[in-house]
């Protein structure tokens, strides 16, 4: 989307290496979410930020909200991780605006 | 661009009452989302429908819970009985060829369960 904009848009690893997705917003955003596409094509959340950082096992996600700008690094790359990342962020009124995704593909 | 329309805006109903929560999704698209998304807290995934069938289903969507699209027209999602927990913004999307192309949002239905 033009308010939310996504690098790179495709991305090839290899196994066991890292990389870091980003999003940057041209609005203000208070929030901030990372969503992995699943083969059925549902978005499955993977984080919700408000600004700052965390982490789960071999992914974390920092937001910056006075610099607009919101990342997802993957540690220790693995072939499960393949799929369509998609970035999202909510202004204070309750919209959602995602990112055109980025097509991750982890090769052996 | 794709506009994904939602009807009504808002809604607030009595617990133990029926709900039908309206999604126009864009023209010729086939694949259809429903996503939850408590204040507060991030939007999680309810179901995927595509062909007139459920693809894919989460924990979250409770047997109370149906979802149809009726000769082309909108996409609903049907609460029978609301509980209290129900209360949330319901965002519907919708993809063109392939589940893997990219979802267009609506801009969401606040339901309020009293």
């Known amino acids: 989307g033009d308010k939310v904009k996504q690098s790179p848009s495709a991305l090839s690893l290899q196994e066991g290496t890292n990389s870091a997705l980003r999003c940057n917003f041209s609005i203000a955003a208070t929030t901030v979410q990372w969503f992995l596409q699943n083969p059925r094509g549902s978005l499955i959340n993977l984080f919700y930020?408000?600004?700052g950082t965390k982490e789960n096992g071999r992914l974390k996600s920092a937001f910056d909200s006075k610099e607009s700008y919101s990342t997802l690094h993957i540690r220790d790359a693995q072939l499960e991780d393949s799929g369509t990342y998609f970035c999202?962020?909510?202004?204070?009124?309750?919209?959602?605006?995602f990112g055109d995704g980025t097509q991750l593909v982890v090769k052996p | 661009g794709p506009k994904v329309l939602q009807i009504p805006s808002h809604q607030i109903i009595d617990m133990g009452q029926m709900v039908t929560l309206n999604c126009d999704p864009v023209s010729n698209h086939l694949y259809f989302y429903w996503y939850k998304q408590i204040l507060g807290q991030q939007m999680e995934f309810l179901v995927n429908f595509y062909n007139g069938k459920v693809m894919e289903k989460s924990k979250l969507f409770k047997d109370q819970f149906s979802v149809e699209r009726p000769d082309g027209s909108y996409f609903t999602l049907k609460i029978q009985p609301t509980a209290l927990e129900d209360s949330a913004v319901y965002f519907c999307?919708?993809?063109?060829?392939?589940?893997?192309?990219?979802?267009?949002f609506g801009p969401g239905t606040r339901l309020l369960v009293l």
């Open positions: 930020l408000v600004p």
């Open positions: 999307a919708s993809s063109p060829d392939s589940n893997q192309d990219t979802q267009y």
């Open positions: 999202a962020a909510e202004p204070s009124n309750n919209r959602i605006f």
